[in-house]
């Protein structure tokens, strides 16, 4: 039952460009989603999040952006840098549940 | 520094073994997790306590066992009847399961390896 899925396993971009990073989820009872960041044999960090009140939020470089009608988010990350180069996992979480839901993740290559 | 220690980074263990991955934290904070990574996968939730001594299970809790005897530590047992125990492990913490806005903290995972 995944409910949060990220269907591109892996992304290539070149350094200066725009990463986009998809994210769809089922659970409508969803409403926060976050973006976390994973280097090789370290633990994910948190990177941002989105409250469901919301369509948008910025931090930096990092975008995320929040379709409900769709159940759709998306991650931009502009501009790109090879230090971005990780996998990139999307959550979600609803109001109701202490657990949160995790994408399968995104590998993220910037190519300097 | 504050944080979230796994150990050991690695680990392996002989099939019908119970083995037990060490997760301590230091953020003083309330809540602590238990999950596991598997290739082409998400993250899953395998246990998860929001207080000392108290724990519920998650989507995956079948052979494995918790305890949550102390705020700062929450070891997770992979016991022999869990079937497919090779796996990465990630431990993480957030200081309030009940705040919505409260990303959470990993530790850098254990791979275990059974055979």
């Known amino acids: 039952d995944q409910q949060v899925k990220q269907n591109s396993p892996s992304l290539s971009v070149q350094e200066g460009r725009i990463s986009i990073l998809n994210c769809d989820y089922t659970?409508?009872?969803?409403?926060?989603f976050l973006w976390y960041k994973k280097y090789p044999a370290e633990g994910p960090t948190f990177l941002i999040s989105?409250?469901?009140?919301?369509d948008k939020n910025e931090d930096g470089r990092f975008t995320v952006f929040l379709n409900k009608s769709a159940k759709h988010l998306s991650l931009h990350i502009v501009p790109s840098q090879p230090g971005d180069s990780a996998v990139y996992f999307c959550?979600?979480?609803?109001?109701?549940?202490?657990?949160?839901?995790f994408g399968a993740g995104t590998r993220l290559t910037v190519k300097p | 520094d504050g944080g979230i220690t796994q150990s050991p980074k690695y680990l392996f263990r002989k099939e019908g073994q119970n083995v037990t991955l060490s997760c301590e934290q230091n953020?003083?904070?309330?809540?602590m997790y238990w999950y596991r990574q598997d290739p082409g996968q998400g993250l899953r939730l395998i246990y998860y306590?929001?207080?000392?001594?108290?724990?519920q299970k998650g989507d995956i809790a079948e052979g494995y066992s918790v305890s949550r005897e102390k705020k700062e530590s929450f070891p997770l047992t992979v016991t022999s009847a869990q079937k497919n125990p090779t796996a990465f492990y990630l431990c993480?913490?957030?200081?309030?399961?009940?705040?919505?806005?409260?990303?959470?903290?990993f530790g850098n995972g254990t791979r275990l390896t059974v055979t």
């Open positions: 959550a979600a979480r609803s109001y109701n549940n202490n657990d949160m839901r």
């Open positions: 953020l003083n904070h309330d809540a």
């Open positions: 993480a913490s957030s200081p309030d399961t009940d705040v919505l806005n409260s990303p959470l903290h």
């Open positions: 306590s929001q207080i000392v001594n108290d724990f």
């Open positions: 989105i409250s469901s009140i919301k």
């Open positions: 659970n409508s009872m969803f409403d926060y």
